[in-house]
């Protein structure tokens, strides 16, 4: 396969290879002599002269590359390769034309007499360059179908290559999505995890964690079965990391939802083929449901009560009908409650909820949701100690034996208090977002206003400078000046009468500047009520005026049977279109071509090539019959 490295070793040796078949080429006169010495040259070699670009001579293997066989000298290039490349001809052409050489790295030539298609390494030379033409353009061709062939070939290895992969981990990925253990994969030495399956999230309940080392996995808040604390380093992932396997530690997790689980967590080191660690991977399963029947089995209700207690949400539990049987410390502790106060009695009925009767028949309807098996969950407010009142994530869940019947309700609450207040200061924060974004409004209409005063005393001041010029010319310059100056003041006049800001209706403006600038009347517009951004309504409405101040210049004055006709709207592509026609002798024709335009001596016809760059617009111009038809066209996105 060639690489860039021998693509460019190949033009620039092509190129040496130019110069001195070229040099020689002028220097021998003899043909014959010629001809020897460039078949001995490892390329296909001819001469063509142009118009026609008729061979005047060509090496042996420039023969055999071409199509029929038989005479090459005195047939066209077209006659030799009449399948060939359109860069083929065009390079030619161009070549000929510019007398600069040129080369196509990869040029398609069907012109052998099997019919082959055969890739080519083109150089193009003028030869007895005079002025802009050329007499002869020397053609170098090598073959480099071969190398095409294999970096083809090579792109296809690598696309399928690289399909087999997004499939087989597209495979792996739903496996390890699909398994009912959650996986988390670190990489060594820091201990940064890679990688966390959906199940991993489900099993804990927040998102996996976006640790950069170890020490992070402080933020996973877990017990051993003895009741402490599982430290970073003590965690099975990190743990792996140092080359142990674990096989099925468990441990009480505390979970996003802020509720212990028991999870089961088995882990092994990953390696390389030398032996050496990359990384841990730890499947994770959810065994609280287990746990928590072995803890009823075994009669521990103890423990089941210091579990809770130990939780600091409020968590009851309430029998079918809604009677407290439990009620946890953190519950009775904040709101100043002994258990006898509570125990036994409605639940809507105790402290917490005594202080509005909305809330104990929202609560009332939730309990008998709750016994038929389902979830309720919604923001509460309970009264605490001191009457002070909370905001809670409330949350009452049934509690279902093996025959799927509900035993016990069991309801939780987490403060959300601090959460509610920022939220409040938020929307607060909002409101005070939209004051500023209006008074920003109204302070970008103040500057537009400001600035539109400023142009228009910029377009005097011009004016009357221009008026005490003698010279015509440098007297049409300031009123020139005087027109582009005020094209951009009535951009902000517009700007300032607008609610929007940042765009423009522009059939409404370029009404106004077909007022302003259309010599009294004979101007016909039609123009449609599109808006345009503001940073392109500037320079839209230049040019419009500069082609404008063009077609009454030079072109001949307009009337009302025959003015100028200017035209905007939606093109049929969607993008926007603008034509300025008048009924004068037409434009030069030298100006037809924009590069002629863009190398004027006249600004106007500078200034509208740029900014038609500027827009990223087409710009043509036509000689019609009679006058000129200037169009200009925008992309969609204007």
């Given at each position: 396969m060639t690489n860039r490295n021998d693509a460019r070793s190949s033009m620039s040796a092509n190129g040496s290879l130019s110069q001195v078949l070229s040099a020689m080429a002028l220097e021998i006169p003899d043909t014959d002599v010629l001809l020897r010495i460039?078949?001995?040259?490892?390329?296909?070699?001819?001469?063509?002269?142009?118009?026609?670009?008729?061979?005047?001579?060509?090496?042996?293997?420039?023969?055999?590359?071409?199509?029929?066989?038989?005479?090459?000298?005195?047939?066209?290039?077209?006659?030799?390769?009449?399948?060939?490349?359109?860069?083929?001809f065009s390079a030619l052409d161009a070549v000929w034309r510019s007398g600069q050489s040129q080369a196509i790295p990869r040029c398609r030539l069907t012109g052998a007499v099997d019919g082959g298609a055969v890739w080519w390494e083109i150089d193009y030379t003028p030869l007895d360059a005079s002025g802009a033409e050329s007499d002869s353009v020397l053609i170098i061709a090598r073959d480099v179908s071969s190398q095409v062939?294999?970096?083809?070939?090579?792109?296809?290895?690598?696309?399928?290559?690289?399909?087999?992969?997004?499939?087989?981990?597209?495979?792996?990925?739903?496996?390890?999505?699909?398994?009912?253990?959650?996986?988390?994969?670190?990489?060594?030495?820091?201990?940064?995890?890679?990688?966390?399956?959906?199940?991993?999230?489900?099993?804990?309940?927040?998102?996996?964690?976006?640790?950069?080392?170890?020490?992070?996995?402080?933020?996973?808040?877990?017990?051993?079965?003895?009741?402490?604390?599982?430290?970073p380093e003590e965690w099975p992932l990190a743990r792996a990391l140092e080359g142990e396997v674990?096989?099925?530690?468990?441990?009480?997790?505390?979970?996003?939802?802020?509720?212990?689980?028991?999870?089961?967590?088995?882990?092994?080191?990953?390696?390389?083929?030398?032996?050496?660690?990359?990384?841990?991977?730890?499947?994770?399963?959810?065994?609280?449901?287990?746990?928590?029947?072995?803890?009823?089995?075994?009669?521990?209700?103890?423990?089941v009560r210091k579990v809770i207690d130990s939780l600091f949400s409020f968590v009851c539990v309430t029998t079918p009908e809604g009677v407290l049987v439990e009620a946890n410390r953190t519950a009775l502790d904040a709101a100043g409650l002994h258990p006898s106060a509570v125990l036994g009695r409605r639940y809507e009925d105790t402290w917490w909820w005594s202080h509005s009767s909305d809330e104990r028949a929202r609560l009332r309807s939730a309990i008998d949701k709750a016994a038929t098996g389902q979830t309720s969950r919604y923001d509460a407010v309970l009264r605490l100690d001191g009457d002070r009142l909370i905001t809670v994530d409330f949350t009452i869940s049934p509690m279902l034996d093996e025959a799927g019947r509900v035993t016990h309700l069991i309801p939780s609450a987490i403060d959300i208090t601090g959460r509610k207040r920022a939220e409040q200061a938020?929307?607060?924060?909002?409101?005070?977002?939209?004051?500023?974004?209006?008074?920003?409004?109204?302070?970008?209409?103040?500057?537009?206003?400001?600035?539109?005063?400023?142009?228009?005393?910029?377009?005097?001041?011009?004016?009357?400078?221009?008026?005490?010029?003698?010279?015509?010319?440098?007297?049409?310059?300031?009123?020139?000046?005087?027109?582009?100056?005020?094209?951009?003041?009535?951009?902000?006049?517009?700007?300032?009468?607008?609610?929007?800001?940042?765009?423009?209706?522009?059939?409404?403006?370029?009404?106004?500047?077909?007022?302003?600038?259309?010599?009294?009347?004979?101007?016909?517009?039609?123009?449609?009520?599109?808006?345009?951004?503001?940073?392109?309504?500037?320079?839209?409405?230049?040019?419009?005026?500069?082609?404008?101040?063009?077609?009454?210049?030079?072109?001949?004055?307009?009337?009302?049977?025959?003015?100028?006709?200017?035209?905007?709207?939606r093109a049929v592509d969607a993008g926007l279109q603008l034509t300025v026609r008048d009924h004068g002798p037409g434009i030069a024709e030298h100006f037809l071509d924009p590069q002629n335009r863009r190398r004027s001596d006249s600004l106007g016809m500078r200034l509208i090539e740029s900014l038609a760059s500027q827009l990223d617009a087409a710009l043509t111009v036509d000689n019609l019959d009679p006058g000129a038809r200037w169009t200009l066209s925008l992309p969609a996105s204007a």
């Open positions: 460039i078949d001995r040259v490892p390329a296909a070699v001819a001469i063509v002269g142009g118009p026609e670009f008729r061979h005047t001579l060509a090496n042996a293997a420039y023969v055999s590359m071409a199509s029929g066989g038989g005479r090459i000298l005195g047939r066209t290039v077209a006659e030799v390769f009449p399948h060939g490349a359109p860069e083929h062939a294999a970096q083809a070939a090579a792109e296809a290895e690598r696309t399928r290559l690289t399909a087999r992969m997004t499939a087989d981990h597209a495979r792996f990925q739903a496996l390890v999505e699909s398994m009912p253990a959650g996986v988390l994969v670190a990489e060594a030495p820091t201990g940064r995890i890679t990688y966390g399956n959906h199940r991993v999230e489900e099993i804990l309940r927040h998102k996996v964690l976006n640790s950069a080392d170890v020490g992070s996995y402080g933020e996973w808040i877990g017990w051993h079965p003895d009741g402490r604390l599982v430290a674990i096989a099925g530690d468990e441990f009480l997790y505390r979970r996003g939802d802020a509720t212990m689980a028991w999870i089961k967590v088995s882990g092994a080191p990953i390696t390389d083929a030398s032996g050496k660690i990359t990384g841990s991977v730890v499947a994770l399963y959810d065994i609280d449901r287990e746990k928590r029947a072995e803890a009823v089995l075994r009669g521990s209700e103890e423990r938020l929307t607060g924060a909002l409101v005070d977002k939209d004051v500023l974004l209006e008074q920003k409004d109204m302070l970008l209409k103040e500057v537009n206003h400001r600035v539109k005063n400023s142009l228009q005393l910029v377009a005097s001041l011009l004016n009357l400078q221009g008026r005490q010029l003698d010279d015509p010319r440098s007297r049409q310059a300031f009123q020139d000046a005087v027109s582009r100056v005020g094209a951009i003041a009535q951009v902000h006049e517009q700007l300032y009468k607008n609610d929007n800001v940042q765009r423009v209706e522009f059939g409404s403006y370029l009404r106004t500047l077909c007022t302003l600038y259309g010599g009294g009347g004979n101007v016909a517009i039609q123009a449609e009520p599109v808006e345009v951004p503001t940073d392109s309504a500037i320079p839209l409405g230049l040019l419009t005026v500069e082609l404008l101040t063009n077609a009454l210049k030079h072109a001949a004055p307009g009337s009302t049977e025959r003015p100028v006709e200017i035209r905007f709207g």
